[in-house]
C-alpha cells in the first residue's frame, strides 16, 4: 500500500479521498480504495483488521505518489 497510497499510510485509507480519487492528487485513484475494493472481490476485507505497527519515519525521504515518464510519449514544445 505505501507505493501506492499518496500519504504512505498502512491501516487503510485516510477519509479524504473522493469518489475513490486521491486527495493529494485528484487524478490518481485512492491507492486503499483500490485494495479495498479488490480485498472485498476476493471476500478477503476482513484481513484489514490486522493493524500494522507505525512506520518509522526517520529514515523516510520524501513523500507522493512516484511518476513514471515515459520519455517517448512526451509532447515536444514547438521550436524544440
Given at each position: 500500500p505505501i507505493a501506492r497510497?499518496?500519504?504512505s499510510l498502512l491501516n487503510g485509507p485516510c477519509g479524504g479521498s473522493n469518489n475513490g480519487k486521491c486527495e493529494i492528487d485528484?487524478?490518481?485513484p485512492c491507492g486503499w480504495q483500490?485494495?479495498?475494493d479488490r480485498l472485498k472481490t476476493l471476500?478477503?476485507?476482513e484481513t484489514l483488521?490486522?493493524?500494522k505497527p507505525?512506520?518509522?519515519w526517520s529514515t523516510s525521504?520524501?513523500?507522493?505518489p512516484?511518476?513514471?515518464?515515459?520519455?517517448?510519449?512526451?509532447?515536444?514544445?514547438?521550436g524544440e
Open positions: 497510497c499518496s500519504k485528484p487524478e490518481i483500490l485494495i479495498c471476500g478477503r476485507l483488521e490486522d493493524i507505525p512506520k518509522n525521504r520524501d513523500g507522493g512516484g511518476r513514471i515518464v515515459r520519455e517517448d510519449m512526451v509532447l515536444s514544445k514547438e
